[in-house]
């Protein structure tokens, strides 16, 4: 204490017992007890997480090369079944040229060469123009199926390279429409069978387009085509049906895109856009 000059007169001095002091670092160190054990478990929880995000990333890897992988699989022996069952047929073509010559009936030698030479055109004219691999892959080995089906095809690429849609996803797109219409247009005469594939690209999209002679669809198949296990084919033993476009639906939804059926008497046109600057998957 002070007094009115400024000087000190006196102490006033508090006593605090042992007991309160004791009491008030009790209650210091329960709280600091209390924020360490509140932050040690959000570390934990942060690194549980972590762990399970982890996880969780390395199965969908792994899931996401199988698909992949499958599907390269499943593309690649598609296309050397093609190749094996076109040297068949040749060989035995071969063997018709070689009988004929040997009967001396050159006339019909001739005339059976002359019918080959279509086909032998179109094999030597197979290489397509296309940068993305996995298209150009897929392409190849539907362009040799639909031949050996007998099927006029023709294929427009755009010289793009489609990267903003996963090779998987993009090969799934294509192979369920086309190998769907592949098998409608197979119900035709040899002489109605056509299939056109066009794959194009601007700033704002990319448009694939699968067109094919065979059977129209009816209204009533076009609201459900999309449904899962839905076909408008007869059901096989041992084969599941109905799932590929509802794949290529899903797909096309990932990609924020949208899908198109239109079918008259005489094509079916199924048309998928999906935006450059849409979702990736």
């Not at 109905?242 to 990609?255: C, S, T, W």
């Amino acid at each position: 204490m002070k007094n009115q000059d400024g000087d000190i007169i006196g102490f006033l001095g508090i006593d605090v017992s042992a007991e309160d002091i004791n009491a008030i670092n009790g209650k210091v160190l329960k709280s600091s007890i209390a924020i360490l054990v509140y932050n040690g478990g959000f570390v934990i929880m942060l690194l549980v997480t972590f762990f399970v995000i982890q996880k969780w990333y390395q199965k969908e890897l792994t899931r996401e090369v199988g698909d992949t992988e499958d599907t390269y699989q499943s593309e690649f022996q598609s296309l050397f079944a093609s190749v094996r069952s076109l040297r068949h047929d040749f060989s035995n073509h071969i063997q018709v040229i070689h009988g004929l010559l040997k009967l001396e009936e050159n006339a019909k030698a001739l005339e059976y060469l002359t019918g080959l030479s279509k086909e032998v055109h179109s094999i030597e004219s197979m290489k397509l123009d296309v940068i993305h691999p996995g298209l150009s892959v897929l392409l190849e080995t539907k362009r040799l199926s639909a031949q050996n089906y007998n099927i006029d095809i023709e294929i427009d690429v755009s010289p793009k390279s489609f990267n903003r849609i996963k090779t998987i996803d993009l090969i799934k797109l294509l192979s369920n429409v086309i190998d769907n219409a592949i098998e409608a247009t197979i119900e035709l005469p040899e002489q109605e069978r056509r299939m056109d594939i066009a794959c194009k690209a601007d700033d704002e999209k990319y448009t694939f387009m699968v067109t094919n002679t065979g059977p129209m669809i009816s209204e009533l198949y076009l609201e459900n085509i999309f449904a899962s296990g839905f076909s408008t084919k007869k059901a096989q033993k041992g084969k599941v049906r109905g799932q590929g476009l509802f794949i290529v639906k899903d797909l096309v939804n990932r990609y924020d895109g949208e899908i198109h059926v239109q079918s008259s008497e005489k094509e079916t046109t199924v048309t998928m856009i999906i935006p450059v600057n849409g979702k990736m998957g």
